[in-house]
């Protein structure tokens, strides 16, 4: 091994096509840890470790086949990056699959079918019933059920915070007067 520790990356891979398990060692041990930081700041480090073990598998497994032309560090990282590039890509594609299908499970449940139209159907006499009282009323409303806060509608609208307030104060009063308090309850 000592003898190994000498030799060039070039050399050693020469010596990996011919079969010989140190110097696939040698490499081994010269990159994994460069690899798995790398590996670990783009991906989690569970995922790191299998990707670098990857390349390694794949590099011994495809040993009399690869002919590597440029230098074995910029074609293992090289590697690296293809590998967690389809990997994100993989776990992208698979979150979007399985949100598809919560949506798709969704969109046809029954119960959840009933309750998306009711509140639908409730919200738009809301917004109707705001219609009489201006824009404003409207998109004060809509930020407020979308999670904004009075300031930070404010700064959206370019008015003062105490002025949201009251304005959403109003149309909560409105609506309090032409709905029940029950349904209310229910949507704020």
Do not use: C
Not at 40 to 49: C, G, L
Not at 135 to 149: E, F, V
Not at 158 to 180: A, D, M, P, Q, V
């Amino acid at each position: 091994m000592a003898k190994e520790l000498q030799l060039s990356d070039e050399h050693l891979y020469t010596l990996v096509n011919q079969d010989k398990q140190n110097a696939y060692q040698e490499i081994y041990e010269r990159y994994k840890v460069a690899m798995l930081v790398y590996a670990a700041k783009r991906v989690p480090f569970e995922v790191a470790e299998d990707l670098v073990q990857d390349i390694f598998v794949k590099l011994w497994n495809n040993r009399f086949t690869v002919i590597i032309e440029e230098r074995i560090a910029g074609y293992l990282f090289k590697a690296l990056r293809n590998k967690i590039l389809d990997f994100m890509d993989r776990d992208e594609n698979a979150k979007k699959y399985i949100n598809s299908l919560d949506d798709f499970s969704n969109q046809y449940s029954y119960q959840y079918a009933d309750e998306k139209i009711r509140s639908e159907h409730f919200l738009n006499h809301i917004q109707d019933l705001l219609k009489q009282y201006g824009p404003q009323y409207q998109k004060i409303l809509h930020l407020r059920m979308a999670g904004y806060s009075n300031q930070e509608i404010a700064d959206e609208l370019g008015l003062s915070e105490k002025t949201i307030r009251n304005n959403y104060s109003s149309i909560l009063k409105i609506i309090r007067s032409k709905f029940s308090n029950v349904l209310l309850f229910l949507f704020f």
